[in-house]
Structures are given as structure tokens and as C-alpha cells.
């Protein structure tokens, strides 16, 4: 199969080791993982923020880029679900390339039929349910299933986990108050469990929740789940 | 034209910035919205066929939208058939006047009310005040607001904001006397207050849930028996419904009456539902006045994809399950509809100024569509919304920007670089925390309450480029 790699903009400057985490974990798997140079920001932030004009472009190129692979798979629950479920809307010519964007779960557990990816990660995690990904892509227990599968993995429940953390896109700015407000008590749960990371399926919450960890002087970490699966 | 108590006064961050100073509320709303919210997720639980009915739903108010004209015309003549008079109002001005118009012709100087959210829409109370009429809110939490000299907070529980001992020291003002504050004490006290004023009022105001086209029925669903004493003792009935409450037949309040009761309440059946149609001879008010109110609804019918928001039934299950109203409450939305639905409804009844900023007042987290007894898409329609606003210059300019360099590989690829290069010298001054306290405006709003990450030393590409090809 020809896999492409959907890296995000904020993976790619911020996190890119949870790119590199992918690549990692397909080709484990036994798959080669293509990155088409060619592709840049999917176009989310324009569009919430409402600069759909400004969206077009973006949502254009990623088309051009990524048409004509069997698969493109990004590590982002809310940038998946921008490709799904506003392309369509934005750009009703986009095509069948987002039929064939899968968040990197989906991926695993429903296109190659796997929750056991061979990753070792002997720590106490709990895990965040994004709500792009929880509530636009449906990704259910598979993120958990495939955590669970982890060798050496403690996976404590997080109490409340499918309320918002408070990032919101440029929400975390415009309503900085609120935002704030959302974050501690995410914050506070996350601290209760114990765990000493917290896992998720989008880096932009987790630098949100992990900007308020740190500023809490809090023992938990932010992670990326797929690096908890590259990891052995 | 529309107007009323639908235009925030604060832009929404200013407004939530007092509300979240305020502890006492944040602990209140959330044990109220948390009971609410378990209570509805186990009621939905419980029907087999919940996402059908809602699917339902949402058709059967679709078809009304498409065919809106039509229906009310049905309405207004099957109404008038049966002794009502109806009465059309544009705005909130207009409203107002035909109400008090009526009001006033009776010779009475005070009417009791069962709750309307469209009266308190077009601020119907003040306008007979400013007639000499004191109108007597009959409703629990209602009342509590009244005497409080508050406004509501959530649509159907107003008095969402306050506690059991504030409630009581509310009565104790108002000379409405309970022992304890216990909810059963203090509804006593209340139920003695109200009883007087049932038996005196000669003129009764209501909303009405759902009004049936083809029998020129209206429906009003209640939970404490007061709304009943106000449609059936006075001899007078005013009934003020906004235009987007039709259902075409009696049959479809079937679909209805399932979904509202355990969407808001979190109950199987709401324990007091109320028809009328026009006048009964010798029972019941013996003259009956039925006033439509636009105020706004005909411009967002006109929109494609807003318009959804008319399709509204005020349960209130989008308020209890949202994470922004549960830290700010009611009062920061600064508009009579609070929560996600006003957030889309509101600035599309009455788009100026400060509810400009309520579009921007979410996270789009979508935990309100998921909710939504109707299935309004509300995430979309408020990014719609944010479309048509005016955007702040610097923050056009900068995505302007954004859009130009990430749409372009090589542009975008020097952009990551210069961005990696720039942080160099902050990731060295943080030295291990690898995080940012303080960065200048405009991401001081980011780091007023969380660090920030700073840029990779090397990005995603450059390792690909570095490590992949060759
Ligand atoms: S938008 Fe939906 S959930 Fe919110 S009050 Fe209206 S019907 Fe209820």
C-alpha cells in the first residue's frame, strides 16, 4: 500500500518526533511511508477562525498533494477531521482523497487490522480523548485498544475525560480567561490519576494541557500516544 | 428589524472575565449542570430509538422552516376559527405594544405570566411596567430572578446561578417567609405568594412550546402545575410565540413530547402538558389573543446554513453539557439566549456589536451538537458565523500571511526554518524547561495562563530530508 505521511504544521515545527513516531510505527509494521514535500498546513486554523478564503488554498494544495495515494495518515485527531469533515463542505470537489484520510488509529485498527504494534512503554499513562477526535472522527476505544496493548503500560482512567480541555484553536487566546479555567480543571484530574504522562491523539491540545502542567509545576507529562507505540 | 433583550451589552470575553472571578457561582452551576446532564444521558439511554426520534426532529422542523408561510396562514385561520384573534408583531417594539395594547384594554394592573422566553426575548415585562402594569413571573426560578432583580441565567432553570440559602435569603427580602431552605419549604413559600395572585389575575400571559397548524392548537410543557393556573383562571389569555414554533399536525408533538422533557429535565414525561385551542364556552379564559413574533427569524431563515438554529425546541441540554457556560454562566452571553445556542442564535436574530464576539464564545468541542434533541449542527453554524464577521486587521494580516507562505512548499519550508532558527536563542535562555513564560503580545494571551512550546532544533522536514533521501 502507498502510504503517505499527513505530518500537520504544528508537528512538523513543534513535535516532529511524533512524525518521526509514525514513520517508525508503519514501518514496523512492515509498510513504506512516502512524505510528499509538497504539503503544508491542512487549513484548520483558517477555516474555525473563519477565513474561509484564506482556508481554499490550503485545502487545494492538500488535495493536489495527496491525491492519488492509497492512504494518508495523520497523527492529529482535529486536523483529520478538518480533511473529513469540512473539505467536503469547503470545497465540494475535493474529491475521494478524503475518504482516504485516516487519523493514525483508524489506520492501525481498521485499514491494517492491528492493535498490537510491538511498542514497549513501562510507565503509568492516562489518556485524553481530544474532542475533535472523540466527537468528528468517532475514533471510540481504538487510541485506548492500542494503548492497552502497550507491554509494561499502566492505563489509568481519567476522571471526566471526554469534557474539553479549553484549547479551542485560537479560542486559547481570544478567551484566554475561560480557557485558563477549563485547563486547571483538566489539569487537576490529569494530577489526581497519578500518572506521570498524559497521552492524546493531537499535539495542539497536549501543548495547551501541558503548558498548564508545567506552569502548575505538576509531575505529568504530555505525550503523543504514537510515541508511546513507537516506543521499545 | 429585530431588537429586544437579544444584544449583549460586553463583548463576551469582558463579561466572562467578571463571571469566572466569581467562585461561589462556578461551584454552583456546576453541580447544577452535572445532575442535569448524568439525569439526561441516562433518560436518552433509556430509548431504544433516540437518534431516530431525533432525526425525526429535526425533518419535521425542516419542513416547517421550508414551508414556513404556508404553515402559519394554516395556523392563523385554524386559531381564528376556534374564537382566538391573532395578532403579527416584526419586532420586539411591535410586540410589546399589541400586549400592552391588550393589556391595558382590559383595565387590569397585573398579569400573571407562565414562563416565555419570547416575552423575556422582547422585554415584554418592562414595557408594561413603563404602562403601569406589574407583571408577575409564576414560574419557580422565574419568580426567584424577579424578586431578585436579576436576570435569567439558563433557559429553563433561570435561577441556575444561585444556591438554596441564597435563595432564601432572596424570600426573606421580598417578605416571602420559609423556616428552612429546604427546596420544600421554600417552594411553600413561594406557592402561597403565587396562589394569591392566581386567584386575582384577570389577565394571564404565556409563550407556548409548539403551536399546531392544522388545529390552531398551542401547547405549553411544564413541570410545576403554575403554568396551568395561568392558562385557565384569568379570563383573558395573551399568548406570545415566536413564528418557529409550528409543527404542521397534532401527530407530530408525538416526536416532540419524547424529546423535550428528557433532553432538559432528564425526565421520562414532563409532569404537566398543556393544549388549548381558541375558547371554550363557559371554561377557561373567555377571550384569547395569540401575537406571532418575527423579531429577526425571517433574515435567518434566510440563511443556509443559520437557519438550522430555528429549529430550536429550548430544552437547554446544549447549556448543561457545555464546558464554556458551565465556568461562565448565563449572565456572560449578556442575551436572553445563553450557552451554544445562543452563542448562533442571538447574534443571527440581532448581529451588532458585542454579540458579534459570541461565534468566538466555544471550542467547538461539538459536545452540544451531540446533545441536541434536534441535531443542530451548532459547531457549524458558529464557524459560519465567524465568516461573516468583521475580523481585527492584525489578525487578517497574519493569516493572510500564513495562508500565502504554508500554501507554498519552498515558502512554507524557509518560514519552518526561520521560525526553528528564532527560537534557538529563547530554548537556550529557558535551558531545560524547554517552555516559554512569557512571550510579547499577542501570545502574552497564550502564556497569561499556560507556557508555551518552543520550536523543534530540528524540524519534521529537515529530518526527512536529512535521514530519508538520498
Ligand atoms: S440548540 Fe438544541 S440542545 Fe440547545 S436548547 Fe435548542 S434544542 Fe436544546
Redo the contacts with the bound molecule.
Sequence with gaps: MKVALFVTCVNDLVFPGTGRAVVEVLERLGHTVEFPVEQGCCGQMHANSGYREEALPLVANFVKTFDGYDAVVGPSGSCVAMVRDWYPKLAPDSGEVVARTYELSEFLVDVLGVTDVGATFPHRVTYHPTCHGLRMLRLGDRPRRLLESVRGLELLDLPGAEECCGFGGTFAMKNAGVSGAMLADKCRSIVDTGAEYVAAVDNSCLAHIGGGLSRAGGPAKPIHYAEILAAS | MSGGNIVARLPFPVAARKELGDAQLRANLRNATHTIRDKRLRMVGEVPDWEELRRSGAAIKDDVLSRLPELLTQFEAAATAAGATVHWARDAAEACAVVTALVRDTGTAEVVKVKSMVTQEIGLNDSLEAAGIAAVETDLAELIVQLAGDTPSH?LVPAIHYNRSQIRDIFHRNGLSALTDDPPALAEAARRHLRAKFLSARVGISGANFAVAESGTLVVVESEGNGRMCLTLPETLISVVGIEKILPTFRDLEVFLQLLPR??TGERMNPYTSLWTGVTPGDGPQTVHIVLVDNGRTETLADDVGRQ?L?????????NVCPVYERVGGHAYGSVYP???GA??SPQLSGGGANRTLPYASTLCGA?YD??????N?PEVLVHLRQTGPHPPAERAAMRALSWIMRDRRRYAAALRAARRGAAPIRWATGRRGAVRHLPWPLSKWTSTRDAPLPAKQTFREWWAHERTR
Excluded: K
Excluded at chain 2, 429549529?311 to 447549556?319: G, V
Design positions: 433557559i433532553s432538559s438554529a429549529r430550536c425546541i429550548r430544552c437547554s441540554a446544549c447549556l450557552g451554544p445556542i448562533i442564535l452540544c446533545a441536541c434533541p434536534v441535531r443542530i451548532i
